[in-house]
């Protein structure tokens, strides 16, 4: 039985930092050969991709993000991060990790990720 769970969100202002975890338990799957991502909701949008990383640590981001968020993970611990800086209020979200069971990690699409946290929320006033 596999778990997301994520952790670290809050409420910061604007300019402020945040940094998310992700722990992942239970897998079945080899946690570093399999792509990871980083997604995002706001009531009534659509869940948006924000960042992945691949097996190779190949990173992917947002435009909105890019150059404030980081995406990383940790394979020994079977954790991914998000890191978020310079933090805007249109950031404001519910934050969400997501898991592969393989590590084709070249599309946003949500159908293609297998496994999903619960969400943190994030909120930037």
């Known amino acids: 039985h596999v778990q997301l769970v994520e952790s670290g969100g809050g409420s910061v202002q604007a300019g402020g930092s945040l940094r998310l975890s992700c722990a992942v338990s239970g897998v079945t799957f080899t946690y570093s050969r399999n792509c990871m991502g980083w997604f995002r909701q706001t009531p009534g949008r659509e869940r948006e991709g924000v960042a992945r990383?691949?097996?190779?640590?190949?990173?992917t981001y947002a435009g909105s993000v890019k150059g404030r968020f980081t995406i990383s993970r940790d394979n020994a611990k079977n954790t991914l991060y998000l890191q978020m800086n310079s933090l805007k209020p249109e950031d404001t979200a519910m934050y969400y990790c997501a898991a592969k069971r393989s590590g084709y990690c070249y599309t946003w699409s949500l159908s293609s990720f297998d496994y999903w946290g619960q969400g943190t929320q994030v909120t930037v006033s």
């Open positions: 990383i691949g097996s190779n640590g190949l990173t």
